[in-house]
Structures are given as structure tokens and as C-alpha cells.
């Protein structure tokens, strides 16, 4: 009799697990049924505007990266291949060396070369303006990205805080002080700021990255002006 007894309390222990397994199971099927866009949209209605912005960002972080990328490429043989032209009085070649691929940096030396003959300094102011004006080209949208890296989070901060006010005025209305209401409304605010953060991290670092881009390549452009300024003052020193 004692042997029945605890084979029946052992299989309603088996059968309470069981039915907790598949209750589990059952309601982690209902979560993962919730899509991450239905999730996200019940941040209020700040979540609209962070959403745009974070199409806006993506767009200008892809469009910066491709043409920075493209203007930034060194020829690795076109400062010796200017020199050598340069010493042989080549010049029309010299310049030709320049536009064999369309870079910054070939811009700024053909700048400098098409100067030729002329006193040292306005070779140097010419190739100056013209680099300020390619890292004034790359830079161009990049202000886009720090805007959006500060407004983002404000603007889910502000979803958040008009979702809090909203939960307690109904508190205030009703007199039903529920947990499980402000708990609610809570989460749902706090996926504003959450997603206004995302956003601002993002243009953050796109901002920040292609600042240090452009800084590289301006330190390489500095390097290849001193470079062709003593190139022209070798023939100078042979004469």
C-alpha cells in the first residue's frame, strides 16, 4: 500500500512538472511572437522622429564613409613618379600623375606643380587652400551626425518624461495605485530613451570616426607637400 502511495505522488510530481515545462515553453512561444518592431513602437510617439533620425544617420554615415574612402586613396608611386618627371623637366607629365587617380591628395600636389616658376610661399599658400577645401568637401554632412548624437537622447528623455507624467495623472484620476500599471507604463516609456541613446551612440562614433579619417589623411597631405616643396628646390640647389 505504502509502495502505491509513492508511485502515485510520484507521477503527480511528474505531472506538476510537466505542466510547468509546457507552461514555460508555452509562454516563451508568446514572447518570442512579439516582433522587435511592435516592441519598439510602443516607445509613444517620440520614437517616431528617433526612428528617422536613425535612418538619417545610417544614410550619412554609409554616403561619408564611400566618399572619404574614395578621396583618401594614396598612390603609392605618385610622389616618386613626380620626382622623377620633375628632375627630367617633365612638368605637363608631372601633372599627368596627378589626375591618373582622382584623390584629394592628387589635387593638392597638381595645385602645387601647375605653380611652378613661381616663389616658394604661394606654392605653399595655393596647396594649403586647396587642402582646406578637400577636408572642408569630406567633412561636409558630418555636422549631421553630432546634431543627431545630441538630440537623439534628448529626444527619447523627453518621450520618457511625458510617458511618467501621463501614468501618474491617470494615478491622480482613478485613485488605483497599481503596480503592475506603472511597471507597465514604465517599460514602455524607458524604450524611448533606450532607442534615443542607440541612435545618439551611433552618430557619436560615425562623427568621431571620420574625424580621425579626415585627420590621418591631412596628416599624410602635410607630409606630401613638404615632400614636393623639396623636390622643387633640388634642381634649384643643382643650378
Avoid: W
Wanted: proline content about 2%.
Amino acid at each position: 500500500m505504502m509502495f502505491l502511495n509513492f508511485l502515485l505522488q510520484d507521477n503527480t510530481v511528474k505531472d506538476t512538472i510537466a505542466n510547468a515545462a509546457n507552461a514555460a515553453t508555452t509562454d516563451a512561444t508568446v514572447t518570442e511572437k512579439i516582433s522587435y518592431l511592435s516592441f519598439v513602437l510602443k516607445g509613444g510617439v517620440m520614437i517616431i522622429p528617433i526612428i528617422v533620425l536613425l535612418f538619417f544617420c545610417i544614410y550619412v554615415i554609409i554616403e561619408r564613409y564611400l566618399s572619404i574612402k574614395k578621396v583618401t586613396k594614396q598612390d603609392v608611386m605618385m610622389i616618386n613618379d613626380i620626382r622623377m618627371n620633375l628632375k627630367m623637366g617633365k612638368i605637363d607629365n608631372a601633372l599627368m600623375v596627378c589626375t591618373r587617380q582622382p584623390s584629394a591628395s592628387g589635387n593638392i600636389l597638381r595645385s602645387g606643380i601647375a605653380l611652378i616658376g613661381r616663389p616658394i610661399s604661394e606654392i605653399e599658400s595655393v596647396m594649403d587652400k586647396t587642402a582646406d577645401v578637400e577636408i572642408a568637401q569630406m567633412e561636409k554632412g558630418l555636422s549631421y551626425l553630432g546634431l543627431i548624437s545630441g538630440i537623439a537622447p534628448i529626444l527619447g528623455f523627453i518621450g520618457t518624461i511625458s510617458g511618467v507624467i501621463k501614468i501618474f495623472y491617470s494615478i491622480s484620476n482613478s485613485g488605483n495605485l497599481n503596480i503592475q500599471t506603472i511597471s507597465g507604463g514604465l517599460y514602455e516609456k524607458m524604450i524611448s530613451s533606450g532607442a534615443g541613446l542607440v541612435v545618439g551612440v551611433i552618430a557619436y562614433a560615425g562623427y568621431h570616426l571620420f574625424n580621425m579619417m579626415i585627420d590621418n589623411f591631412t596628416l599624410k597631405v602635410q607630409k606630401q607637400t613638404l615632400e614636393l616643396i623639396n623636390i622643387i628646390h633640388e634642381p634649384q640647389n643643382g643650378n
